[in-house]
T-cell receptor
Framework: NAGVTQTPKFQVLKTGQSMTLQCAQD?????MSWYRQDPGMGLRLIHY???????DQGEVPNGYNVSRSTTEDFPLRLLSAAPSQTSVYFC??????????????FGPGTRLTVL | AQSVTQLDSHVSVSEGTPVLLRCNYS??????LFWYVQHPNKGLQLLLK??????LVKGINGFEAEFKKSETSFHLTKPSAHMSDAAEYFC????????FGTGTRLLVSP
């Protein structure tokens, strides 16, 4: 049982480049989400999914796309990277279709730098 | 709407002394509250959660937190700090979505 895995661990991009951050979980969790963590700001929700084929926007969705074709995978796409997207990105999952009381399981993070 | 305020950005303690990390929340619902810990270069791990059962919640590694509705607080405590407790701690309130505090960095000196 690997839990929540994220790849890559580190990435450097140039402004305007696109890329996909990968997230996978092997716990058969319905709920998956992406957060970004910036100094002094805690974690902010980018996008989330309550099950395969269903996604929705979080607090800071601009510049990011997601899809959920399987229960296991929830990739995050940066369409045209900007320096403001320099951050640490965390993927999380939980059993329920909501997050009100469910424990979130976090991946180890992807540290992204946009030059 | 929910919000959470962590009152200290940094807390420094000596090994073996008590730990107190403060958290106040605002919620129009009966909230669920969580504390997560993040060790350097790691993901977040659940320490404990309150979901309207007992107001004193015990978590992993000797941590506990008390839900005080009258004070809208959910402070995290530990009787005796260990060097391995040095990390960043996040208080989280949940209604429809999770709302994270800005974090408290705990420093433990020998």
């Amino acid at each position: 049982n690997a839990g929540v895995t994220q790849t890559p661990k580190f990435q450097v991009l140039k402004t305007g480049q696109s890329m996909t951050l990968q997230c996978a979980q092997d716990m058969n969790h319905e709920y998956m989400s992406w957060y970004r963590q910036d100094p002094g700001m805690g974690l902010r929700l980018i996008h989330y999914s309550v099950g395969a084929g269903i996604t929705d926007q979080g607090e800071v969705p601009n510049g990011y796309n997601v899809s959920r074709s399987t229960t296991e995978d929830f990739p995050l796409r940066l369409l045209s990277a900007a320096p403001s997207q320099t951050s640490v990105y965390f993927c999380a999952s939980s059993y329920g279709a909501g997050e009100a009381t469910d424990t979130q399981y976090f991946g180890p993070g992807t540290r992204l730098t946009v030059l | 709407a929910q919000s959470v305020t962590q009152l200290d950005s940094h807390v420094s303690v000596s090994e073996g002394t008590p730990v107190l990390l403060r958290c106040n929340y605002s919620s129009s619902y009966s909230p669920s509250l969580f504390w997560y810990v993040q060790h350097p270069n790691k993901g977040l791990q659940l320490l404990l959660k309150y979901t309207s059962a007992a107001t004193l919640v015990k978590g992993i590694n000797g941590f506990e937190a008390e839900f005080k509705k009258s004070e809208t607080s959910f402070h995290l405590t530990k009787p005796s700090a260990h060097m391995s407790d040095a990390a960043e701690y996040f208080c989280v309130v949940s209604g429809q979505k999770l709302v994270f505090g800005t974090g408290t960095r705990l420093l433990v000196s020998p």
